[in-house]
């Protein structure tokens, strides 16, 4: 195939990130020659970040399992039984320690993640105390917990919340397949309440959960047709938990995963595209080749949330081998 030059200035977004990306265009990314996407995703990289930086979050779950929602993929629902207690929410003491451990450990970002649809009024002043802690060991503070009212947001943002993590999860025609119990119609509420607040967002979704090329063509649609495109999208990989859902789902290929990761890069080309769930069971060459379509996050530390991740000597080994550092 060859590449016509106005096609390709065309997909180069130098200048501002665009927000009228149409499926057909992503479409048309997927669609590229494998050599062609990582040329084009690494170019949009160095256009817009020092290709040889990661930045490196560590995310804690602060209430885990018992969660009222039902989505497929995870072993927090109390619907399933994936072998996670439900707990209450931790104590502040225990919540900084890790955040210090964190820190020491070269995380730049403390992510705390609690299984809730929505947080009630009381878990928020718990959860604020929580997020002026970590500002106060010189960390960015991210929070998971569900739906947001806008009076939430405030909240979070006046504790000194940087970053409020949301996902669309998948696209919204396979979204039903996944999730029953809110909308993505309320996600999407949520995103516009924590934007307005002045919180960054932090929306990404899931690949290997069954859905088609397709959905992975409408999810990166609509992340980068949002009003602005969020700071930092992450791209989780499924981790198949016995007891779930999708205990039994075939994996997807990594090279159609390192294709969602490059055309995320493109269509968002200065949003922090992370690399989360799912590093445990991938090679170092996938994880390498994510980095190389653009990929410049990752959560270090043994746990996300309930599944493992690589442990921070494995995580050190690599980006040692492939000549990264953190992101200040
Ligand atoms: S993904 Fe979040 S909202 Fe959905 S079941 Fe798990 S903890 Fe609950």
């Known amino acids: 195939m060859s590449v016509a030059a106005d096609d390709f200035a065309h997909v180069f977004p130098i200048g501002a990130p665009r927000q009228d990306w149409t499926r057909d265009e992503v479409r048309a990314l997927f669609d590229l020659p494998f050599t062609e996407l990582m040329f084009r995703a690494q170019s949009v990289h160095r256009q817009n970040f020092d290709p040889a930086e990661v930045q490196i979050s560590t995310l804690l779950s602060i209430k885990t399992g018992g969660c ?11 619907r399933y039984d994936a072998g996670v207690r439900a707990e209450k929410l931790m104590a502040l003491d225990a919540v900084l320690a890790e955040a ?32 002026e802690g970590v500002k106060a060991l010189g960390l960015e503070a991210c929070a998971t917990l569900g739906m947001l009212t806008a009076p939430q947001a405030c909240r979070l943002k006046e504790a000194g919340l940087d970053f409020y993590n949301h996902n669309l999860d998948t696209s919204p025609e396979f979204y039903e397949q996944i999730i029953t119990t809110r909308t993505y119609q309320d996600r999407l509420e949520t995103l516009d309440r924590v934007r307005d607040a002045g919180i960054a967002v932090c929306c990404g979704g899931i690949v290997g959960m069954g859905e088609s090329r397709e959905d992975r063509v409408g999810m990166i649609a609509t992340l980068a047709s949002l009003p602005v495109h969020p700071e930092s999208v992450p791209i989780n990989m499924l981790v198949s938990v016995a007891g779930t859902r999708l205990a039994r789902q075939n994996a997807l290929d990594g090279i159609e995963f390192v294709r969602t990761v490059a055309v995320a890069r493109i269509a968002m080309p200065r949003s922090v595209v992370r690399l989360s769930a799912g590093r445990e069971d991938m090679s170092e060459e996938t994880q390498a080749l994510c980095f190389l379509a653009g990929a410049n996050s990752i959560f270090y530390g043994p746990k996300l949330l309930t599944t493992p991740n690589p442990g921070r000597d494995r995580d050190r080994e690599l980006m040692h081998k492939l000549g990264l550092s953190p992101m200040e």
């Open 68 to 78: 009222p929602e039902d989505c497929a993929y995870c072993p927090q629902s109390a």
């Open 100 to 131: 210090r451990a964190a820190k020491a450990a070269g995380a730049s970002r403390f992510c705390m993640g609690a299984a809730w649809r929505e947080p009630k009024d009381r878990d928020l002043d718990a959860v604020c105390a929580m997020v």
